[in-house]
């Protein structure tokens, strides 16, 4: 089964608009990671949750955890064009490996 | 700011030569890693390395793949012989902590012909 999955698998919004990309995942986690990838570039970290924290923020960017339902949600407040961008989920395991298992991705489009 | 370094960024090589995919991670971190993105898809893990050993590896990372930390700055990954399905970006990643962050570098385009 597919640990991570983002939707929706694309976003299109003009700046000043807020984004908001989900994730779901399948097995109990210790935190889960958020990154963004510019097209073909390499992958920029953006956020850390931890599994006992409900809501994180670092500027523009909040993240919220729901360990009940299995997901997350990364809100991007009133975006740039230089948000657009693929957003990818990576979640830790809590038993048996350090490894991240990623998302599928959103790939965000925002018009100027 | 300290962060994870990749070379070559672009590989192309021949199928069934071998190649060296070279990382240095951030320097007190204790966790490597190497993932692969092939073109349009999801980050995919490949192994992972700690205290000199590899602490667990995916399907994917057969008997062609190895890794080395030959100092202790270095952390390279060796494909032995080459297929087309191994063109890809290689990504190398490192953290402190298993739970802490993980920083990935700029990542390895590699293009086998």
């Known amino acids: 089964s597919q640990q991570g999955e983002e939707d929706p698998q694309a976003l299109s919004i003009q700046e000043g608009e807020n984004a908001t990309m989900n994730c779901s995942y399948k097995?109990?986690?210790?935190?889960l990671q958020w990154y963004r990838q510019n097209s073909g570039r390499g992958l920029v970290h953006l956020i850390l949750?931890?599994?006992?924290?409900r809501e994180k923020h670092s500027g523009r960017l909040r993240v919220t955890l729901d360990t009940s339902k299995k997901s997350s949600s990364l809100l991007i407040t009133a975006s740039r064009a230089a948000d657009t961008a693929s957003y990818f989920c990576?979640?830790?395991?809590?038993?048996?490996?350090?490894?991240?298992?990623f998302g599928t991705g959103t790939r965000l489009q925002v018009f100027p | 700011e300290p962060e994870v370094t990749q070379t070559p960024s672009h590989q192309v090589t021949q199928m069934g030569q071998e190649v060296i995919l070279r990382c240095v991670p951030i320097s007190n971190h204790l966790y490597f890693y190497w993932y692969r993105q092939i073109l349009g898809q999801k980050v995919e893990f490949l192994v992972s390395?700690?205290?000199?050993?590899?602490?667990?590896k995916s399907e994917i990372f057969d008997d062609q793949f190895s890794v080395e930390r030959p100092d202790g700055s270095n952390f390279t990954l060796k494909i032995r012989s080459t297929k087309l399905e191994d063109s890809a970006m290689y990504f190398c990643?490192?953290?402190?902590?298993?739970?802490?962050?993980?920083?990935f570098g700029q990542g390895t385009r590699l293009t086998v012909v």
């Open positions: 990643a490192s953290r402190l902590t298993e739970n802490t962050e993980a920083f």
């Open positions: 990576a979640t830790d395991r809590s038993y048996n490996t350090d490894k991240l298992i």
């Open positions: 390395f700690y205290n000199n050993e590899i602490s667990e």
């Open positions: 097995t109990s986690i210790n935190n």
């Open positions: 949750i931890r599994s006992n924290e």
